[in-house]
Nanobody
């Protein structure tokens, strides 16, 4: 099966930058799209940025998504951090997996990584 793990969260000062990583592991799979979401404390999960599997870099405001093919890792860089960026950040990966010659779609979420921005 395919697994997704986020990393890179932590405690940071406002105005700084942070890079989160999302690593997919498994056998015989390809990635169609990766999205980053976040869930602020007490609020609903919201979309932050995303990129198709064929992309290299995608910029949405202060958020840059980039891909490291060799490591099946998708990164999210957040610039000019604000206290309102605080929350749990999740990676969602969608793609295809080959199981004994049959192609199956998958849609997997990571467990999340916590980001806390201090004013």
């Amino acid at each position: 099966q395919v697994q997704v793990v986020e990393s890179g969260g932590g405690l940071v000062q406002a105005g700084g930058s942070l890079r989160l990583s999302c690593t997919a592991s498994g056998t015989s799979f390809s990635i169609d799209h990766t999205d980053w979401y976040r869930q602020p404390p007490g609020k609903q999960r919201e979309w932050v940025a995303g990129m198709p599997g064929t992309g290299v870099t995608s910029v949405t405001g202060r958020f840059t998504v980039s891909r490291d093919n060799a490591k099946s890792t998708m990164n999210l860089k957040i610039d000019s951090l604000k206290p309102e960026d605080t929350g749990t950040y999740y990676c969602n990966v969608r793609g295809l997996r080959n199981i004994r010659g049959t192609i199956y779609p998958f849609d997997i979420w990571g467990q999340g990584t916590q980001v806390t921005v201090l004013a």
